[in-house]
């Protein structure tokens, strides 16, 4: 199985590498056929997935443990939230957080399409505190309930097949209700085959995605060029920290760099929260917390049909939920490997409700800072840098501009610009690590401690193909990819989901019995 993912992930590599230009044509209309195929049945499926943690949140099934009925949490919860939050969000929130906010907030419809059409539909189509709001929440409903739904579902899906049922930690364990036995077989191999597939293009398009960002860094603390020499000189330099990180296992490496990536966090938190319009801030923040409550399940279930909403919708949502959907696999795994002896009620309230409630914290303080610096801008709202930025599509620069307008670009912002660096680089570390380990967990039929060389071989692979990605389209190439890897990846989550709800339904008269392969 090692073999064949890595055969056809090789393939892809040389047809993208050596045929970059027929690459990006196929790419193009792979991704174009995919949004406008199947946008209705991402939305449908992902709010599906959502509603089935509700059911499970409020069912008996709830009291059911990750394991025998007497084990225990291995991990605190503290070490347990830092790793959940860290592996399933990462740089993206840190790429995203200012500049999509931003560009939901402007309204000069420059990309052929709306800004924002859920603003608009609301009558918010002037640059202001109302467009603002609306700005925040679809920024947060984008990476808020329904996108952690996802993992939820593939991670307790994992866990509970491997720690109650004693079956293999990968994917194919989810099929056993199904096929018994034959899991072990070539259709449990293909299973399998597709999670590693989503898993390496997912980790590879946030490791595209960081790089340009920390280049932009780079450039303002060291004065080296950003370019794509230096990008590529970062994935190798990431990539080898990943791999050191992942040999050295979960106890170690990957919880301890969680954990130091929250501390310094809370302090970049801390600064622009204090060092920006407090007050505005944590009342925006009430306002985005009701209107987000309020309109959640509707915006989960609009489906566009104007051509210029439909292109943004395709652009947006459904490239976050292909993203989400791409990524369960990785996370969902490692999710599932550090949750071991929790209940069912209390792993998708956790998993579900506090790294939402951490990236609604961190969007609204730093998206809600740039919309400030925009809307009070001196020539007129919108008529600020932060603005032009995005509107020229130079996302990673928009973060560093923000933080401009909070500390200058003196000591102070010098000192900030490294930790955000800092942040952006040990965060894919832990990403990337963690995607690793999952990798060569799924491969060796779930081994938890699975061999190093296997580590070291797919830590390489995903750098491998991140650069790739890079150097033939950069992050349309990426994207694309990942779109396009979570189309079979979904059709996967929907299979884990029905045997997991399968095996639950049996949970009170089951015929198996915790027992261990």
């Not at 740089?91 to 200012?98: A, K, P, S, T, W």
């Not at 995903?462 to 189309?487: E, P």
Request: charged share 10%; glycine share 12%; aromatic share 14%.
């Amino acid at each position: 199985m090692t073999l064949s993912s890595g055969l056809l992930i090789l393939l892809f590599v040389i047809f993208t590498g050596f045929g970059s230009d027929s690459a990006s044509v196929v790419f193009g209309a792979a991704r174009a056929w995919i949004e406008s195929t199947f946008s209705g049945y991402y939305l449908t499926t992902v709010m599906g997935l959502l509603v089935i943690c509700v059911f499970i949140v409020f069912s008996r099934y709830g009291n059911v443990r990750l394991g025998t009925d007497d084990s225990r949490p291995e991990f605190g919860r503290f070490s347990w939230f830092s790793m959940l939050f860290s592996a399933g969000i990462g740089i993206g929130i840190l790429f995203f957080g200012v500049a999509e906010p931003m560009f939901y907030l402007d309204n000069s419809s420059a990309f052929g399409y709306p800004n924002n059409p859920h603003a608009d539909l609301a009558g918010a189509t002037a640059i202001g505190h109302e467009r603002a709001i609306d700005a925040l929440r679809v920024t947060v409903f984008h990476w808020g309930l329904h996108g952690w739904a996802i993992y939820v579902i593939v991670g307790m899906s994992l866990a509970y097949f491997a720690y109650r049922k004693g079956l293999p930690l990968a994917l194919r364990s989810a099929l056993y209700p199904f096929i018994g036995d034959r899991i072990f077989g070539p259709l449990g191999h293909l299973f399998d085959i597709f999670g590693v597939l989503g898993c390496v293009f997912g980790v590879a398009t946030s490791l595209g995605l960081g790089v340009s960002q920390m280049g932009v860094g780079i450039e303002r603390l060291f004065g080296i060029n950003d370019g794509l020499t230096t990008q590529l000189i970062l994935i190798a330099a990431i990539s080898t920290l990943s791999i050191i990180s992942a040999v050295t296992g979960v106890k170690k490496g990957i919880r301890i760099i969680s954990m130091l990536n929250i501390w310094v966090s809370v302090v970049v938190v801390g600064i622009f929260l204090f060092g920006g319009p407090t007050l505005w801030l944590v009342k925006t923040f009430g306002e985005t917390l009701y209107d987000y409550t309020v309109n959640v399940i509707p915006m989960g279930l609009w489906y566009a049909e104007e051509p210029g909403a439909s292109a943004w919708q395709q652009a947006w949502t459904i490239f976050y939920w292909g993203w989400w959907l791409a990524w369960a696999p990785f996370v969902g795994l490692f999710i599932a490997r550090i949750s071991k002896g929790r209940t069912l009620r209390e792993f998708v309230l956790g998993v579900l409700l506090v790294p939402t409630l951490i990236a609604f914290i961190w969007l609204v303080i730093f998206g809600g800072n740039a919309i400030h610096q925009e809307i009070n801008a001196a020539g007129g709202p919108g008529s600020g840098n932060i603005m032009e930025l995005v509107r020229n599509w130079n996302l990673p620069a928009a973060l560093f501009a923000t933080s401009d307008g909070i500390v200058g670009t003196g000591v102070f912002g010098w000192m900030l610009s490294a930790m955000m660096v800092f942040l952006l680089m040990s965060w894919f570390v832990t990403s990337s690590d963690s995607g690793t380990l999952v990798l060569t967990t799924i491969l060796s039929l779930g081994d938890d401690e699975p061999p190093k060389i296997f580590r070291v071989f797919w830590g390489v692979v995903i750098g491998l193909v991140a650069a790739v990605l890079l150097v033939v389209g950069g992050l349309k190439a990426l994207q694309t990819a990942l779109i396009a890897a979570a189309l079979p990846v979904s059709v996967v989550i929907l299979v884990m989901t029905a045997g997991i709800l399968l095996s639950l339904f049996r949970e009170p008269g089951d015929p198996y019995r915790p027992r261990r392969r």
